[in-house]
């Protein structure tokens, strides 16, 4: 469990989870991957998991966000709004609620339609946060933006693409042709242009060489520094050191004997 004295609620409290699955294809019991999976995160934190591959850490991940079911216990991930919802109680409406509002999630890999160009699926991102962020000011979803807004959003983009080194001869071009580095500064792009209280973050450097995971740092430092509690996964410990402000081991969620 976390003791830092944070005067300030948790954005993501983890209280006694377990995951389980049932391996058909061997026998009909479930096969345990976590137990009493209990920590807190808060705004500013960068908070690594660390273990060897097999431990379970993307599956944390994955239930925070909802893709993968809790099998017990609770996972209380904070709104805008200052509400609470439980994401282990399966609910969709309040999973897809908590996405929209608080969560952004760097997985291992880029999953988009395959036949929209990269800008454009920055763009709609872009797009899509800026309109809710319109209606809850506003109280109703009659908001059509001008011209001139939108053309302020492709600026910044345009300027979220360049400095991810994403050459403009690709924008637009479908991810699925672009290299494994290329398709994850598109991930981060996404994420990043428009910063939610939560970032999940998978191995945010797989796939980078050393100038473009030092940008992908810069940008997920400046974040946290605004407040984003930063949840991650770093196997690249020059990464990790530069990111992180406190780790927790996967030993201790382990199945018992």
């Known amino acids: 469990m976390n003791t830092s004295n944070h005067q300030e609620r948790p954005m993501i409290e983890l209280q006694s989870v377990s995951k389980r699955f049932f391996m058909h294809q061997r026998s009909s019991e479930p096969f345990d991957i976590l137990q009493n999976v209990s920590f807190t995160v808060f705004p500013g934190e960068c908070v690594a998991l660390e273990g060897p ?34 994401v282990a109680l399966g609910n969709t409406r309040e999973i897809l609620r908590a996405r929209v509002e608080s969560i952004n999630y760097v997985s291992q890999f880029l999953r988009v339609i395959p036949r929209i160009g990269a800008f454009d699926l920055v763009m709609q991102e872009a797009l899509f946060q800026a309109k809710f962020k319109k209606i809850g000011e506003i109280g109703h979803a009659s908001w059509v933006p001008d011209p001139s807004f939108v053309k302020a959003l492709e600026e910044e983009v345009k300027a979220m693409m360049d400095r991810l080194n ?23 792009a996404k994420s990043l242009i428009n910063p939610k209280p939560i970032l999940l973050l998978d191995e945010p450097s797989a796939s980078l060489d050393e100038n473009n995971a030092a940008v992908v740092v810069e940008l997920i430092k400046e974040v946290r520094q605004k407040g ?7 196997h690249d410990s020059n990464v990790k050191n530069e990111l992180m402000t406190r780790s927790i081991s996967m030993q201790e969620f382990q199945p018992k004997p």
């Open 166 to 188: 994403i050459a403009p001869r690709l924008w637009h071009l479908p991810p699925s042709t672009f290299s494994g580095g290329e398709q994850q500064r598109i991930n981060i």
């Open 53 to 86: 591959s097999g431990m379970g850490k993307s599956s944390i991940l994955k239930m925070i966000y909802g893709n993968y079911k809790i099998s017990s216990g609770s996972a209380f991930v904070r709104l805008n709004s200052n509400e609470t919802v439980d």
């Open 228 to 234: 984003t509690a930063i949840l991650g996964i770093f």
